[in-house]
C-alpha cells in the first residue's frame, strides 16, 4: 500500500485548505488513518485520526473545531479539511495507515504501517 499526500499550499490567516490523502488498493478504505505534521524545529506530532469501518474520528485539542477529518471509500481517500487557519498551523502535513481498524494509541507514530510523503502547509500572518 502507498499513500499519496497532497494539497498543501500558501494561504493566509484565517483562510482554509483541504488536504488529501490517496490510499492504493482497496484495503485502504478499511485502515484507520491519521494526520502528523511536523512544524520547523519541532518533532512530529498527531493532528487527527479517523477510524476504519467504526466512523470514530478524533482532534488534537488545538485544531478542533476547526479541522474535519473524513474519508470517501469510493476514492480511496481521507480528507483533512481545515479551516480558520493560524500562522502556528504551518508544518509539513502527513498522512498515516494502520492496518487495523481501529487502535487505541492512534496519537503515537509507532505502529503506522504506511505513510505518505507530506505536503507543506504555509499560514502567513
Known amino acids: 500500500v502507498q499513500l499519496q499526500a497532497s494539497g498543501g499550499g500558501l494561504v493566509q490567516a484565517g483562510g482554509s485548505l483541504r488536504l488529501s490523502c490517496v490510499g492504493s488498493g482497496r484495503a485502504f478504505n478499511t485502515y484507520g488513518v491519521a494526520w502528523f505534521r511536523q512544524a520547523p524545529g519541532k518533532e512530529r506530532a498527531f493532528v487527527a485520526y479517523?477510524?476504519?469501518?467504526?466512523?470514530?474520528?478524533y482532534y488534537e485539542d488545538s485544531v478542533r473545531g476547526r479541522f474535519t477529518i473524513s474519508r470517501d471509500n469510493a476514492k480511496n481517500t481521507v480528507y483533512l479539511q481545515m479551516d480558520s487557519l493560524k500562522p502556528e498551523d504551518t508544518a509539513i502535513y502527513y498522512c498515516?495507515?494502520?492496518?487495523?481498524?481501529?487502535?487505541?494509541?492512534?496519537?503515537?507514530?509507532?505502529?503506522?504501517?504506511?505513510w505518505g510523503q507530506g505536503t507543506l502547509v504555509t499560514v502567513s500572518s
Open positions: 479517523r477510524s476504519g469501518s467504526a466512523r470514530m474520528t
Open positions: 498515516a495507515g494502520d492496518r487495523t481498524s481501529y487502535r487505541i494509541n492512534f496519537q503515537t507514530e509507532a505502529g503506522y504501517d504506511y
